[in-house]
Structures are given as structure tokens and as C-alpha cells.
């Protein structure tokens, strides 16, 4: 973890000034309120462009205390651009703590991803959502998507699923996978890939969504039920990986594929950053690690 | 008679952190129904505001946000504090209100609030119940998102129909009002999805 550091002058904390973040307050307790129902906001124009995440930013922003340890990820990997830069950010505007760890953190922003290591209660996972709208792509007017809401109307979406099986054999979306929040409201979980959808069924930890371009909030409480939509004969099923991660061994994480050569070799490994590294400094070894034991190796 | 600036007493000390912190707490109490959450009440507002109902308005209410206050607290001191800390509106006609400062008398009918559409349920009203606290008094039983199962809670000085009150409420899911009760020292939310029921 590093500490809080003084923050730079001449900004308001978290930047955003105290006006905007009431507003953004106020959209968050509704969405509290109303599990998986999109939130209008007037989301702020940032200092980055849209699709940088400035929803989860403003989110952020307008919960953040000094108190707060934040943690910030980009596919799982706290060391990319996304994740450094919204980090240094914070550290510059709100002096906050940061950490990569994840069971240090008070407040994570993530892009796309939910951490391997479950989340307790007390934390915060702040998404960054690029489409918040579930049933965008099946009906492409706000005006219709928000009558299909307020009457639960989502056969669309079965139907769209059950296309799916007809031509494919199975369900074959496999990151943004709609569910359904309580019984009632059809949610994107943005563009997570589906093995984590069951990390948010009854999460101890409170899960907000901030979509900036698109200018809507939506929320998780902790213990809210959450189910990845599918059919009984076809029920929902999580990404399976042939191959064990191949820095740490890991074989229950979600694992990112790399090309390491030119010759079409290539690597699976841990995507989130945390967890791999946490695992080998615990001494666990994956075939590609120098030091694996021989048993481990390809 | 136009208040003048000497008569309007301090707000936040340090409305930023202050006002965050509070924050932090109502949604800490609306996203976990039932649990308690201390907020540090602004001792200076003018009485009978309550210090943490004042801080919890202090918090949300702004220009955009009418409020509405019952009959106990139309007293022009109460008005000018309001008007000098937040800017916002009074709201006459409770449907038109964001928010509303209520107590347990006379407390209006729910549904005479803004109780949100059914395209948009979130435009519903705020409540903010003053209550005389979490110990001794009646006790429910509260169930739904955020809550492990089901937990008891303990409220003392709310309308006595409390359960009859918000179980009307609960059926209109997912239009519907969102309660944050205002102790002495701390809040507990209780918005439209929890189920309650009065432990007799």
C-alpha cells in the first residue's frame, strides 16, 4: 500500500466540485434503492476522453473520503495504462491511499474485471461501463428500452439467447452476459467476462456501475441476488480453461492468452495481476516460471 | 420579515469531508437496511432540526432538489438555515418535494409523495424520518437486498404503523419512497426494497 499523499493544490478533492457531487450522490442512493435500474445522471465532461472510463471515475470521485484505500484495475492488472493513470489521478486530486492489493482496498474501480480474491463487506467495486443498456443492440431506441424495463418485458433477450442455441449450439455470448437483478431488472454487468457473472450473486461488498458517456448509474447492494440469464435445458455455465496458469499454477482464475512467439506459441495467464503475484510469492509455480519444478513443465 | 445574515447559524465546519463523510454513511445505511451508521450532526442547526437530519440534508439538498418540512419545523429560523446552507427549494406540495423532513406525528401519507414512474421509479421522494433512536423501542424483522437472510432492528419513536406504512410502499415496487431515519447520533436507511414486519 502506498500512504495518502498530499494532494495537489488548486483542485477540488477528487476534483469534481461538491455541486456535481451531490448530484451524483443523490443518482447513487436511488440506484441503491432500486437494484439493477439505470439511474439518469448529468455526468461532467473529464479531463479524458469518454470510454476512458469517466463514469467509474466520477463515481469514484464522488464517494472518495481520505480515509479511503484505493485500488484500481484494467482487465485485472493494476499496471496498465487504464488503471495506472486513473490511480495517479486520484493520488494527484484526493492525496488518497493506493493500493494493488486487493484485500487492502476500500474502493475498487475496474474495468472489465471482478478480482479473483472474494471481495468483503465494507469494499466497493466501482465498474466502468462503456454500454449500459442490456437490450441496446436488440432495440436500439432509449425510448423503447426504458417502456420494456418498466414492464419487465425481456423476451427479447430470451429470444436472442435461444438464437444463440439455434445456430451455435449454446448460449455463445461470453463477456457482457445479461442477468437478471432481484427477478426484476435485466442488467449489463458491462463487459465482464461471464466466469466472473457469479462473483456478483450476493456479494458481501456493494457493486455501483458509472457509465459517463451514456450518462446513467446503476447498483448491487451487498447480499442482491443476481442470475446470468439461460434456459433449463441450456443452463448459464462459467469459462473453463484447459491449461493452468502458467506463472502460478492457478487453475480456478480467469486467464488471459498470450502470444510469445511467432511460431504460434502461446501462454495462458492469470489476468488478474494481484492474485498471480500474491500466489507466487506464496511459492506456487507455473510451467513457465524459470525456477517450476520439473514436474510442472510442458 | 426577510431573516438577516446574524440570524442564521453555522452549517458544516468543514462542509467538504464533512459532507462526504455523512454520505458515506447514508449509503452505507440504504445499500445494508437495518444496520446503524453514526453521523457527526451539525450541533448548531436551529432546533427541532434535528443536528444529523440536518447534516443528511445538508449533504443532498441543493438548488435542484426541493424539500419538504413538516409543520414543526416552518419556523423561519429553520427556513433561513435551510435556504443559507442548502439553496433549496421549498417544496409546498409534497409531490413536488426530493426530499422531506418528517417526524412521526402527523407524518403525511407516503403516497403523498413523489413516488416515481414506472419508466423512471428513481424521480420518488427522499425521506428523511426523524426517529428518537435504535434502542428501546418497537422491533421488526427486515429481509431483501442488502441484508445476509434476514436481521432485527430496533426503532424508537417512528410512526407507529411504520410496517403497515411500509409494506404499502413495497407492493408499488419499483416506484416507491426511500427512508433514511435520522437519529440522535446515527441513521439507518430503509429504502423500497426491504420487506419489514413488526415483531409483536
Known sequence: MTAPIKRTEGYAFAYLDEQTKRMIRRAILKAVAIPGHQVPFAARDMPMPYGWGTGGIQVTAAILGPADVLKVIDQGADDTTNAVSIRAFFQKTAGVAVTTRTGEASVIQTRHRIPEEPLKAGQTLIYQVPIPEPLRFLEPRETETRVMHALADYGLMHVKLYEDIATHGHIAKTYAYPVKVEGRYLMDPSPIPKFDNPKMHMSPALQLFGAGREKRIYALPPFTRVESLDFEDHPFERTKFEAPCALCGATDAYLDEVVIDDRGGRMFVCSDTDHCETRRAEGRRGALLGDAPKENRP | ?200
Open chain 2, 1 to 200: 420579515m426577510a431573516p438577516t445574515a446574524t440570524t442564521i447559524a453555522p452549517g458544516f465546519r468543514d462542509p467538504v469531508f464533512q459532507s462526504q463523510a455523512t454520505f458515506r454513511a447514508v449509503l452505507d445505511a440504504l445499500a445494508e437496511p437495518g444496520t446503524e451508521r453514526p453521523v457527526e450532526g451539525i450541533a448548531t442547526a436551529p432546533a427541532p432540526l434535528a443536528p444529523v437530519a440536518a447534516a443528511v440534508i445538508a449533504t443532498l439538498a441543493d438548488f435542484e432538489t426541493a424539500v419538504w418540512r413538516d409543520e414543526t419545523l416552518r419556523l423561519p429560523e429553520i427556513e433561513a438555515w435551510l435556504a443559507f446552507h442548502t439553496g433549496a427549494p421549498v417544496a409546498l406540495d409534497p409531490a413536488r418535494a426530493a426530499f422531506a423532513l418528517i417526524g412521526a406525528d402527523d407524518a403525511p401519507d407516503f403516497t403523498d409523495f413523489a413516488l416515481g414512474s414506472d419508466v423512471d421509479p428513481s424521480t420518488s421522494a427522499t425521506l428523511v424520518l426523524r426517529v428518537a433512536g435504535f434502542d428501546n423501542g418497537r422491533r421488526y424483522r427486515l429481509s431483501g437486498p442488502g441484508i445476509d437472510g434476514a436481521c432485527e432492528v430496533t426503532i424508537a419513536g417512528a410512526p407507529t404503523d411504520l410496517a403497515d406504512r411500509l409494506a404499502a410502499n413495497r407492493a408499488l415496487f419499483p416506484r416507491g419512497v426511500d427512508l433514511i431515519l435520522s437519529g440522535s447520533t446515527s441513521v439507518m436507511g430503509l429504502p423500497r426494497t426491504t420487506r419489514i414486519e413488526e415483531i409483536r
